[in-house]
């Protein structure tokens, strides 16, 4: 296992060795991918990114979020997933309703996110996602030794490296999609 530096306060454990610490989604995912993937259990009160740095010392800088976007396309809805460093915004007006091939690009409503990934709001994370969306990764997002993501349920969180998270299934790595 890695030894994750940016755990802070936790103790990390093998993902795959704890399935009951993630959404069914990510316990599906994880089979199949390459690199080391960890997970540590949290309130969930403190699932949210901010609060969860404070709380276990886990610097901001290493947090990336996941947002589910949707757009419209001749009467049909486009989803994706973006990936971005909490310290940043992902460009849904120019870079995501480009890359969707979309009029307008907007942040998915919570129930509609939370039906379609089958994972709790505040812990949705791109492993697990429905195969046919598109995962956009921002670039200082794949090229990171290590962050600290989702787990599909707000009582833990994924540690990952950016490399698994740009090798991820659907997953196209995009320059400026965070700002």
């Known amino acids: 296992m890695t030894d994750w530096t940016i755990a802070g306060t936790l103790t990390p454990v093998p993902a795959a060795e704890h399935p009951e610490l993630l959404a069914p989604p990510v316990v599906e995912a ?3 991918l390459d690199g080391p993937v960890g997970v540590v259990e949290i309130d969930p009160e403190l699932a949210d990114t901010a609060e969860f740095c404070e709380a276990y010392s886990s610097p901001l800088s290493a947090s990336a979020n996941c947002v589910v976007v949707a757009g419209k396309r001749g009467g049909s809805v486009r989803h994706a997933a973006a990936l971005v460093r909490a310290t940043t915004r992902a460009d ?3 870079v995501l309703r480009r890359e969707l091939d979309v009029r307008k690009a907007s942040f998915a409503p919570m129930d509609e996110a939370v039906r ?5 709001y505040g812990g949705i994370t791109p492993l697990g996602l429905p195969g046919d969306w598109p ?3 921002d670039r200082a997002v794949a090229e990171a030794a290590e962050l600290v993501v989702g787990s599909g349920i707000r009582g833990s969180k994924l540690l990952v490296t950016g490399a698994t998270l740009a090798a991820l299934p659907g997953a ?3 320059d400026g999609l965070a700002r």
């Not at 379609?116 to 709790?120: D, I, Q, V």
């Open 30 to 32: 994880l089979a199949s």
């Open 92 to 94: 849904v007006n120019n």
């Open 116 to 120: 379609l990934t089958g994972m709790a």
């Open 135 to 137: 995962v956009f990764v």
């Open 172 to 174: 196209e790595v995009i």
